[in-house]
């Protein structure tokens, strides 16, 4: 059969000429049936040029929306294409609406593994955190203690000094008490009585 010449025309005269509402006409230009081009601001609908001639008795005429080629057929070899074409379209969209679902679970099986991992990424940068202000501050108390134990030192070593200076000093003293002593019995010794 020979391919029929198309022309194009706006949506709504196109679903008047096809006998389809204004919304089967959309659905099926996004489908891809019918062939559709814009013009401008404007969608412009394909259809065959020509009207097709009356069919035959028990015969129906359908145009091909892809390649605008009229065919004729009788009405039950219509119905069983129809019915076959239904099913076709029916089984294609419950693929389409299953590898959508499975698409669906695997982007939220990516989301909670990329959450899962931030999450742990999040808990060992804590934790490596904590570990270095822990011994950050352990280094710091370590520091805090050998000087403490350094003044500590310095300060026993001083009392010490202290102590071995009153030890000197009591000496010291003890011998002048002595001295001062040993002098007045020496004094009283030589001195006579009256």
Same mark, same amino acid.
């Given at each position: 059969?020979?391919?029929? +010449? ?113 999450? +742990? ?74």
């Amino acid at each position: 059969m020979a391919a029929a +010449a198309v022309r194009y025309v706006t949506t709504a005269e196109a679903a008047t000429v096809l006998g389809i509402s204004p919304r089967t006409l959309q659905r099926r230009m996004a489908e891809g049936d019918i062939p559709w081009i814009v013009d401008g601001r404007r969608k412009l609908v394909g259809i065959p040029a020509t009207p097709a001639a009356a069919p035959a008795a028990g015969r129906h005429e359908i145009t091909d929306l892809a390649t605008g080629t009229a065919i004729s057929m009788p009405e039950h070899e219509l119905v069983a294409a129809s019915m076959a074409a239904m099913r076709e379209r029916e089984s294609m969209l419950a693929r389409v609406d299953r590898a959508e679902a499975a698409v669906a679970a695997t982007r939220r099986r990516g989301v909670l593994a990329w959450a899962a991992a931030t999450a +742990a990424i999040v808990a060992a940068a804590v934790s490596v955190g904590h570990a270095l202000a822990v011994r950050q501050h352990r280094d710091d108390l370590a520091a805090r203690v050998a000087a403490t134990e350094l003044e500590l030192a310095g300060a026993l070593e001083r009392a010490e000094d202290a102590r071995c200076e009153l030890e000197a000093a009591r000496v010291e003293a003890a011998t002048t008490v002595l001295d001062v002593m040993i002098g007045m019995a020496a004094a009283e010794t030589t001195t006579p009585m009256r």
